[in-house]
T-cell receptor, first 117, second 111 residues
Framework: ETGVTQTPRHLVMGMTNKKSLKCEQHLGHNAMYWYKQSAKKPLELMFVYSLEERVENNSVPSRFSPECPNSSHLFLHLHTLQPEDSALYLC????????????????FGEGSRLTVL | QKEVEQNSGPLSVPEGAIASLNCTYS??????FFWYRQYSGKSPELIMS????GDKEDGRFTAQLNKASQYVSLLIRDSQPSDSATYLC???????????FGAGTILRVKS
């Protein structure tokens, strides 16, 4: 148990559906992240929120839309996805805010396994 | 393009042996280096960090850093079946925020 909870753990959706991934951290951390993990590829940083402000948008297609309503919650809204978007989506948090991640310690959730048909 | 390269494996070692995992990185400005372990179906967890050239030991784990050659390695002594996992190398730049991950090396320890 890392203190970062993601729901749902598994999601199957069609290309025309709209769904959302949810992440909640119970650690009082200052930054939250969305990563994409595809088979045999490096973790790809998608979005970063530091102190509830989006500070990084790593050239992610607009069909992915993040939302951070408060310091404990992070959402990833999904719409009109493509089959190549099928992957494990990992949420993470860090105590340090963006720009001072000196310890490199990210606390990851268990991930949401997304399949796009 | 800043990259972190790892051999995907799998690396198979017998129980009790030393497992050696290697990682190279492309950006000479990299300052901080990390090893994460990811069990199958689980999330990555930080196991080692190293910031200066040389060795850093923590229990059965030793991280080694050579900035001149731009590589970082992880040695696992007395390997156990419970060490079987994917090991991710991660590197961050001087400004200390974005972690760039490698694709990971699968380690299998056979009893």
């Amino acid at each position: 148990e890392t203190g970062v909870t993601q729901t749902p753990r598994h999601l199957v959706m069609g290309m025309t559906n709209k769904k959302s991934l949810k992440c909640e951290q119970h650690l009082g951390h200052n930054a939250m992240y969305w990563y994409k993990q595809s088979a045999k590829k490096p973790l790809e940083l998608m979005f970063v929120y530091s102190l509830e402000e989006r500070v990084e948008n790593n050239s992610v297609p607009s069909r992915f839309s993040p939302e951070c309503p408060n310091s404990s919650h992070l959402f990833l809204h999904l719409h009109t996805l493509q089959p190549e978007d099928s992957a494990l989506y990992l949420c993470a948090s860090s105590h340090e805010k963006w720009g001072v991640l000196n310890t490199g310690e990210l606390f990851f959730g268990e991930g949401s396994r997304l399949t796009v048909l | 393009q800043k990259e972190v390269e790892q051999n995907s494996g799998p690396l198979s070692v017998p129980e009790g042996a030393i497992a050696s995992l290697n990682c190279t990185y492309s950006d000479r400005g990299s300052q901080s280096f990390f090893w994460y372990r990811q069990y199958s179906g689980k999330s990555p967890e930080l196991i080692m960090s190293i910031y200066s050239n040389g060795d850093k030991e923590d229990g059965r784990f030793t991280a080694q850093l050579n900035k001149a050659s731009q590589y970082v390695s992880l040695l696992i002594r007395d390997s156990q079946p419970s060490d079987s996992a994917t090991y991710l190398c991660a590197v961050s730049l001087e400004y200390g925020n974005k972690l760039v991950f490698g694709a990971g090396t699968i380690l299998r320890v056979k009893s």
